[in-house]
């Protein structure tokens, strides 16, 4: 009779588990005792180990699929045991608590993500970095219990904080916690990395993520910039609450379209936020993002929980004509740098790899027209046409307002004059660009108006 | 013109700040092959001879070690001489000198006295000069304990650096990256110092630590522009002295990023890089490292004379934004 291979329980309150990858094929000979494969359960993956010796055959568990517990995923045959594939043998009777998936639909639903492997290697060493032995020894949690997400099972700082904050909260009723309550949430060391941007079918506009829940902090980027100049900046969003950084129509990686008005680019901001399923969204915004943010707090108010305007347009006439179309024109880095320089206070903050790679996103001739389309249509003759004070009296959210007094584009003293509930920070020593120039004053302005919604 | 926004080449920042030292300190002079009448090599010291005479900016004959041996001797008669090797290659030429005699002279007379020399060093590849005349030397004399090495990325760094070590009471060597020569930058028009031995950060991150010198601080800084348009928020450490090295500000960045890339352009195998990442592995920033430390350093041979294959053998800026996005993205 060919050895039964069972799903076994690596876990007090585990009803299925995944098996992460068998170490043989189907065919393959294999030792009693030598790891056979790794299973996963949503706290822990370890190395099961061949029941006996022989030859493996019937493969019934494909990885990445949930299996239930007591399952059989396979059979040991012995080298002269009698197998043909339609003769399978029925499994024994198990303490099946879930019925096998079939396997025939693993490939249409397998995902193209990454899965974590067992963080112990074969020496039963955990595999883990010094940053996240030392957050988890500091939260007190258990290394063991928790799946690795880098490289051969690596357990990295994300995983460690994801496993802390399943911790449940003082007073709050949550899942059952792997760990004893008392453990403290882990520190935030550093921000979780960004996922790779990707176009978001619905909505067309490419778009920056970084996963996480609760209500997220939406980017939008001012005239000629694109998403990935917020960089800087998402480190203040604490990790686990998801980001999104637009690229605006005919910006970054975004598609050419033409912009009738600000009141259209806010529309497109808003059905795109509908589509990624945001009802809600606390919005950080420069510039022409500035007035597009301002226009969609006046078109949905209920998707903008908070407000950072850092120099928007929309405040009142003046604006920089000279540099919007001759940046709209720039091709080069000799023709990009001076007026890159306009934007600053000191050019100290004009890298030369900034410039170069500012250049380089200028090659496109269609996308920097239509730019230059949008300069026109929006600022004609180096005017802002568009006022938008009056949406600061018909919204209730926290407002804050963030300008460089050595702003050249537009003038900071289009800040003054709002309601006195709108929070103005004016920045000595920045021009147009303080998130780039005073980045952790504004980092510590987005925490902080963040934080006072409690949302 | 506006001392605020005042441009000048590397070269002209270098020869602005040797012209100040000649005019202000008599005990100043230049020696090297070609930097007189011809103006040096890569036109640095320009028109310095016609400024201040053959006396004090003399063209050597080709005798590196007797060159060398000279400056030493003089800076240790109370001169201070500026020794311009021609390409950095050819102090191999010199090194009993600058390894053996410079270096140690202060530490074996007990003090004494000692030999501030500083020893211009044009170097790197890029400009298809092949093999011998191409190379990143700074880790063969990072090595000797006694000596100085500087390698500034920008103009105004190499003014206010090259001033600092001609103060130095120690031998000094300046390490010149020759494609930085064209590179344009603001320079102050005073005469103002950078202490050796610190570094600075020439871009702020939060999620990787990108430790360079000379040209590559410039890769970096590109590559960091391009991680950026992903998401992600590079660091830049711009060393500017190799040694002694600037141990804190390292520390510092990483353990506020977790992640530690050093990029080099000698080669790889017991370089500058080898030397930081040992550093952090000792130091307090161990705990804080979420990723394995990466070098990127030049390749393990001559530097080639064929202009493709030179590129391939030095770290470029699409190999930097390689190596960081798979650092960043949990791949390595």
């Given at each position: 009779?060919?050895?039964?291979?069972?799903?076994?329980?690596?876990?007090?309150?585990?009803?299925?588990?995944?098996?992460?990858?068998?170490?043989?094929?189907?065919?393959?000979?294999?030792?009693?005792?030598?790891?056979?494969?790794?299973?996963?359960?949503?706290?822990?993956?370890?190395?099961?180990?061949?029941?006996?010796?022989?030859?493996?055959?019937?493969?019934?568990?494909?990885?990445?699929?949930?299996?239930?517990?007591?399952?059989?995923?396979?059979?040991?045959?012995?080298?002269?045991?009698?197998?043909?594939?339609?003769?399978?043998?029925a499994p024994a009777a198990a303490a099946v608590a879930a019925p096998v998936l079939e396997t025939t639909a693993t490939t249409a639903t397998k995902t193209e993500a990454p899965i974590p492997a067992a963080p112990v290697d074969i020496a039963g060493k955990i595999?883990?970095?010094?940053?996240?032995?030392?957050?988890?020894?500091?939260?007190?949690?258990?290394?063991?219990?928790?799946?690795?997400?880098?490289?051969?099972?690596?357990?990295?700082?994300?995983?460690?904080?994801?496993?802390?904050?399943?911790?449940?909260?003082?007073?709050?009723?949550?899942?059952?916690?792997?760990?004893?309550?008392?453990?403290?949430?882990?520190?935030?060391?550093?921000?979780?990395?960004?996922?790779?941007?990707?176009?978001?079918?619905?909505?067309?506009?490419?778009?920056?993520?970084?996963?996480?829940?609760?209500?997220?902090?939406?980017?939008?980027?001012?005239?000629?910039?694109?998403?990935?100049?917020?960089?800087?900046?998402?480190?203040?969003?604490?990790?686990?609450?998801?980001?999104?950084?637009?690229?605006?129509?005919?910006?970054?990686?975004?598609?050419?379209?033409?912009?009738?008005?600000?009141?259209?680019?806010?529309?497109?901001?808003?059905?795109?936020?509908?589509?990624?399923?945001?009802?809600?969204?606390?919005?950080?915004?420069?510039?022409?993002?500035?007035?597009?943010?301002?226009?969609?707090?006046?078109?949905?108010?209920?998707?903008?929980?908070?407000?950072?305007?850092?120099?928007?347009?929309?405040?009142?006439?003046?604006?920089?004509?000279?540099?919007?179309?001759?940046?709209?024109?720039?091709?080069?880095?000799?023709?990009?740098?001076?007026?890159?320089?306009?934007?600053?206070?000191?050019?100290?903050?004009?890298?030369?790899?900034?410039?170069?790679?500012?250049?380089?996103?200028?090659?496109?001739?269609?996308?920097?027209?239509?730019?230059?389309?949008?300069?026109?249509?929006?600022?004609?003759?180096?005017?802002?046409?568009?006022?938008?004070?009056?949406?600061?009296?018909?919204?209730?959210?926290?407002?804050?307002?963030?300008?460089?007094?050595?702003?050249?584009?537009?003038?900071?003293?289009?800040?003054?004059?709002?309601?006195?509930?709108?929070?103005?920070?004016?920045?000595?020593?920045?021009?147009?660009?303080?998130?780039?120039?005073?980045?952790?004053?504004?980092?510590?302005?987005?925490?902080?108006?963040?934080?006072?919604?409690?949302? | 013109?506006?001392?605020?926004?005042?441009?000048?080449?590397?070269?002209?920042?270098?020869?602005?700040?040797?012209?100040?030292?000649?005019?202000?300190?008599?005990?100043?002079?230049?020696?090297?092959?070609?930097?007189?009448?011809?103006?040096?090599?890569?036109?640095?010291?320009?028109?310095?001879?016609?400024?201040?005479?053959?006396?004090?900016?003399?063209?050597?004959?080709?005798?590196?070690?007797?060159?060398?041996?000279?400056?030493?001797?003089?800076?240790?008669?109370?001169?201070?001489?500026?020794?311009?090797?021609?390409?950095?290659?050819?102090?191999?030429?010199?090194?009993?000198?600058?390894?053996?005699?410079?270096?140690?002279?202060?530490?074996?007379?007990?003090?004494?006295?000692?030999?501030?020399?500083?020893?211009?060093?044009?170097?790197?590849?890029?400009?298809?000069?092949?093999?011998?005349?191409?190379?990143?030397?700074?880790?063969?004399?990072?090595?000797?304990?006694?000596?100085?090495?500087?390698?500034?990325?920008?103009?105004?760094?190499?003014?206010?650096?090259?001033?600092?070590?001609?103060?130095?009471?120690?031998?000094?060597?300046?390490?010149?990256?020759?494609?930085?020569?064209?590179?344009?930058?603001?320079?102050?028009?005073?005469?103002?110092?950078?202490?050796?031995?610190?570094?600075?950060?020439?871009?702020?991150?939060?999620?990787?630590?990108?430790?360079?010198?000379?040209?590559?601080?410039?890769?970096?800084?590109?590559?960091?522009?391009?991680?950026?348009?992903?998401?992600?928020?590079?660091?830049?450490?711009?060393?500017?002295?190799?040694?002694?090295?600037?141990?804190?500000?390292?520390?510092?960045?990483?353990?506020?990023?977790?992640?530690?890339?050093?990029?080099?352009?000698?080669?790889?195998?017991?370089?500058?890089?080898?030397?930081?990442?040992?550093?952090?592995?000792?130091?307090?920033?161990?705990?804080?490292?979420?990723?394995p430390i990466r070098r990127l350093g030049g390749a393990e041979c001559p530097l080639p004379y064929n202009p493709d294959l030179e590129r391939a053998a030095v770290p470029q800026v699409p190999d930097i934004v390689a190596a960081a996005r798979d650092m960043l993205?949990?791949?390595?």
């Amino acid at each position: 009779m060919p050895v039964e291979v069972i799903l076994p329980r690596v876990d007090m309150d585990m009803a299925t588990g995944k098996i992460a990858r068998w170490y043989a094929e189907a065919g393959q000979q294999v030792a009693q005792g030598e790891p056979l494969f790794e299973i996963e359960t949503d706290k822990a993956a370890m190395e099961i180990e061949a029941p006996a010796s022989g030859i493996l055959r019937d493969i019934k568990a494909e990885p990445g699929i949930d299996v239930a517990v007591g399952s059989t995923v396979a059979f040991i045959y012995a080298a002269d045991e009698a197998w043909s594939p339609a003769a399978a043998p029925a499994p024994a009777a198990a303490a099946v608590a879930a019925p096998v998936l079939e396997t025939t639909a693993t490939t249409a639903t397998k995902t193209e993500a990454p899965i974590p492997a067992a963080p112990v290697d074969i020496a039963g060493k955990i595999r883990a970095t010094p940053l996240a032995r030392k957050l988890a020894s500091g939260a007190g949690l258990d290394l063991s219990a928790i799946a690795g997400t880098g490289p051969r099972g690596r357990i990295v700082s994300d995983d460690v904080r994801a496993a802390a904050s399943a911790l449940p909260k003082v007073g709050a009723a949550s899942a059952p916690a792997p760990v004893p309550a008392s453990a403290p949430a882990a520190p935030a060391v550093i921000a979780a990395p960004p996922v790779a941007p990707r176009p978001a079918a619905q909505h067309g506009l490419s778009v920056h993520r970084r996963e996480g829940t609760g209500t997220p902090v939406v980017f939008l980027h001012g005239f000629g910039s694109e998403s990935g100049s917020w960089a800087g900046l998402f480190a203040a969003v604490e990790p686990g609450r998801p980001i999104l950084a637009f690229d605006l129509p005919s910006h970054g990686r975004s598609p050419v379209e033409d912009v009738p008005s600000i009141a259209a680019l806010a529309e497109r901001i808003a059905d795109a936020l509908r589509a990624e399923g945001v009802d809600e969204a606390h919005v950080v915004a420069h510039s022409l993002g500035g007035a597009t943010a301002l226009a969609l707090a006046d078109l949905a108010p209920a998707l903008v929980r908070s407000l950072v305007l850092i120099a928007p347009a929309g405040l009142g006439a003046d604006i920089d004509g000279a540099f919007l179309d001759g940046f709209s024109r720039a091709t080069s880095k000799e023709t990009v740098e001076p007026w890159l320089g306009r934007l600053v206070a000191d050019r100290k903050h004009l890298s030369p790899g900034f410039v170069a790679v500012t250049a380089k996103g200028r090659a496109d001739a269609e996308r920097r027209d239509a730019q230059a389309r949008i300069a026109r249509t929006v600022f004609p003759a180096g005017t802002q046409t568009t006022d938008l004070r009056g949406v600061f009296e018909r919204i209730a959210v926290p407002v804050r307002v963030v300008w460089g007094v050595a702003d050249a584009i537009i003038p900071w003293k289009h800040a003054l004059g709002l309601p006195g509930r709108v929070g103005l920070h004016l920045i000595p020593g920045a021009g147009h660009l303080p998130q780039l120039e005073a980045r952790d004053t504004v980092a510590a302005i987005v925490t902080e108006t963040i934080r006072s919604t409690g949302a | 013109m506006d001392a605020m926004i005042r441009e000048l080449s590397f070269a002209e920042a270098l020869r602005e700040a040797m012209g100040h030292a000649l005019e202000t300190d008599p005990r100043v002079f230049l020696m090297g092959e070609d930097i007189g009448v011809y103006g040096g090599a890569f036109q640095v010291t320009g028109d310095l001879v016609h400024r201040f005479g053959e006396a004090r900016v003399i063209d050597a004959p080709i005798a590196e070690l007797g060159q060398a041996g000279v400056a030493v001797g003089a800076a240790l008669a109370g001169q201070r001489p500026v020794l311009e090797f021609q390409f950095s290659d050819f102090a191999a030429l010199a090194m009993e000198q600058i390894a053996n005699q410079a270096a140690k002279i202060r530490f074996m007379y007990g003090g004494k006295c000692s030999v501030p020399v500083v020893m211009r060093m044009p170097c790197g590849s890029g400009t298809g000069a092949a093999a011998q005349h191409s190379q990143s030397m700074e880790a063969w004399f990072a090595h000797v304990p006694g000596l100085k090495v500087v390698e500034p990325s920008t103009p105004a760094d190499a003014k206010g650096l090259f001033l600092a070590a001609l103060d130095d009471p120690d031998p000094v060597m300046f390490f010149e990256h020759k494609l930085l020569y064209k590179t344009k930058g603001h320079v102050p028009t005073e005469a103002y110092r950078i202490p050796l031995g610190k570094a600075e950060i020439k871009r702020k991150g939060s999620q990787l630590t990108i430790v360079a010198s000379a040209i590559m601080v410039l890769k970096a800084l590109e590559a960091a522009e391009e991680l950026a348009k992903d998401g992600y928020d590079v660091e830049v450490v711009d060393l500017r002295t190799l040694r002694p090295l600037d141990t804190e500000t390292i520390i510092a960045s990483v353990k506020k990023t977790s992640r530690l890339m050093c990029v080099y352009e000698g080669a790889k195998t017991l370089g500058i890089g080898a030397e930081i990442a040992a550093m952090i592995a000792e130091s307090e920033a161990f705990d804080y490292l979420d990723a394995p430390i990466r070098r990127l350093g030049g390749a393990e041979c001559p530097l080639p004379y064929n202009p493709d294959l030179e590129r391939a053998a030095v770290p470029q800026v699409p190999d930097i934004v390689a190596a960081a996005r798979d650092m960043l993205s949990k791949r390595v």
